[in-house]
């Protein structure tokens, strides 16, 4: 099961540092889309907010929830919508999410997404225009794996209209496009037939570190080292780098004191403590959930480089990375509503060539509320029985059909 549940609403003090400009109380994500910030009606000054320290001011509260795919559509000949064509685009998709599924079947086997503000729509939009997340290749596609065809650069693109949580963020799932759960697939992590509503994949992707883990042996839900890490609540790709939109829950926080920058992550309150003093990585044995990361400024940006990602992770990581993934990411913020995030991914074991990306964040109003998962954890006793009653069935029957019996 995945982690789709926001419980506890007592709000998250974490600070590194002295927070500054921070908003009023205001719901955010999976609560009213009323309450969030517009868009300026003319365009905005450039920013030149500076802390205390003198690097510029990136603390706030931001959303990147999107429905802009991580690679672009095979038969999308364009790298930018229009804002007519973007408006159809986000109209068509949010459709998509409030459709109801079939009585009895898997998919609906989970509560409503609509009712509970968790869709995509409910919470406020970046308002990209552009048709992928992926700026180079220029094709807007991820390039080929070592030792492939050319042609085979991954699976369907489409991906991005999804309900979020099979494989939120950087794990980019059956659909390969898409920032939650593989474009648009709805079921179980790692098992559940989807909805599929934006196109491209009907089953969820394994949530975090793939399907199998380290048990080895059996199925992936025969002990509680197979089950993905992602469905047991301990990671979530929306908080490593690249930073995706989990599909819900796309609250992040930014805090910054001196030497440092703090990202708090709602999906799965995860946090990002990021030094800004060009620091060495640590040692390659050490391997955190989020990967090892050291920052520093080049001008109004900050450069944060991250490596020694936990091997768990790799697996449920763009469809499988190497040890070699290193991750480059870029925070410029552009004005008072708004910063660009840049990324760079380069896995010389994995890709032929590195490949580059964006996206804007923009405000919305805080706090961010804890986002305490638990159904996985606390699921994990009925998952097991289940498989085990499935294991006393098939001996059963296997017992019924042998001769003489």
């Known amino acids: 099961m995945n982690c789709r549940c926001l419980a506890s609403l007592g709000a998250m003090a974490l600070a590194v540092g002295v927070a500054a400009g921070l908003m009023s ?47 672009r559509d095979a038969n999308m000949t364009k790298e930018f919508f229009t804002k007519e064509e973007l408006a159809a685009d986000e109209k068509r998709r949010a459709a ?109 992707a394994p949530a975090g570190g793939g399907g199998r883990g380290a048990g080895g042996g059996g199925g992936q839900y025969d002990s509680v080292q197979n089950i993905p890490i992602g469905s047991r609540c301990i990671w979530t790709a929306s908080a490593a780098p690249i930073m995706m939109p989990p599909g819900y829950n796309p609250a992040y926080q930014i805090i910054q004191g001196p030497g440092v920058v703090m ?28 990967g090892d990361s050291t920052g520093h400024w080049e001008g109004n940006t900050l450069v944060v480089e991250t490596m020694n990602f936990n091997p768990r992770t790799l697996t449920g990581t763009f469809q499988g990375t190497s040890d070699q993934l290193k991750v480059t990411e870029r925070f410029t913020r552009i004005d008072e509503d708004s910063f660009r995030y840049e990324f760079i991914v380069d896995d010389p074991k994995t890709w032929v060539q590195p490949w580059k990306g964006e996206m804007p964040f923009v405000k919305i109003n805080g706090p961010v509320f804890e986002h305490a998962c638990h159904e996985g954890n606390y699921g994990i006793a009925n998952t097991l029985n289940a498989y085990r009653q499935e294991e006393k069935k098939a001996a059963e029957a296997a017992k019924a059909a042998q001769p003489g019996k």
Do not use: C
């Not at 003319?42 to 001011?57: I, N, R, S």
């Not at 898997?106 to 939009?125: I, K, N």
């Open 25 to 71: 109380p205001q719901p955010i994500a999976g609560q009213t889309q009323s309450a969030q910030p517009k868009a300026a009606a003319t365009p905005a000054k450039p920013w030149t907010g500076k802390t205390p320290e003198g690097v510029p001011d990136l603390q706030g509260y931001w959303t990147n929830n999107s429905y802009t795919p991580l690679q």
């Open 96 to 204: 998509q999410q409030e459709e109801q599924t079939t009585p009895g079947t898997t998919g609906d086997v989970h509560y409503d997404f609509t009712q509970f503000a968790l869709d995509r729509s409910q919470t406020r939009l970046t308002g990209n225009l552009r048709t992928s997340m992926i700026t180079d290749p220029s094709n807007g596609r991820l390039p080929a794996r070592v030792g492939a065809d050319a042609g085979a650069a991954g699976p369907g693109a489409r991906g991005g209209g999804g309900r979020g949580a099979g494989v939120p963020g950087a794990a980019v799932g059956a659909a390969g496009g898409g920032a939650a759960a593989g474009g648009g697939a709805r079921g179980a992590a790692g098992g559940g037939a989807g909805r599929g509503a934006a196109g491209g994949g009907a089953a969820a």
């Open 263 to 290: 990202i708090l992550i709602e999906n799965q309150h995860e946090t990002r403590v990021i030094p800004t003093d060009n620091r060495p990585h640590a040692p390659s044995s050490v391997k955190p959930w989020l």
